[in-house]
Nanobody, 115 residues
Framework: QVQLVESGGGLVQPGGSLKLSCVAS????????MGWYRQFPGKQRELVAT???????NYADSVKGRFTISRDNAKNTVYLQMSRLEPEDTAVYYC?????????WGQGTQVTVSS
């Protein structure tokens, strides 16, 4: 089992920045990547960014150039640096970590972009 705990969400003005963190614990040796999804009200979760154990990154087109995913292996933590935030980025952000045949999720953290 893997446990994921997110932090760093909150309220930010348009154009501002926010950094999300996700700490993994448990049987983390089995996971192959870590990343972030987000969910808008009434919508399915969508991929925001992912970082594989090999160092490959993948971003949603809507966040390319504004968001950066990184990882500190010593701290078992993945980060999402979000810049130039827009009201359309308002959502619940979920950390995720896949392993063969299973995906672990964090509890989610709310990000609200509003003036």
């Amino acid at each position: 089992q893997v446990q994921l705990v997110e932090s760093g969400g909150g309220l930010v003005q348009p154009g501002g920045s926010l950094k999300l963190s996700c700490v993994a614990s448990g049987s983390i040796g089995s996971i192959v990547a870590m990343g972030w999804y987000r969910q808008f009200p009434g919508k399915q979760r969508e991929l925001v960014a992912t970082l594989s154990n090999m160092g490959y990154t993948n971003y949603a087109d809507s966040v390319k150039g504004r968001f950066t995913i990184s990882r500190d292996n010593a701290k078992n933590t993945v980060y999402l640096q979000m810049s130039r935030l827009e009201p359309e980025d308002t959502a619940v952000y979920y950390c995720y970590a896949p392993e063969a045949g299973k995906v672990y999720w964090g509890q989610g953290t709310q990000v609200t972009v509003s003036s």
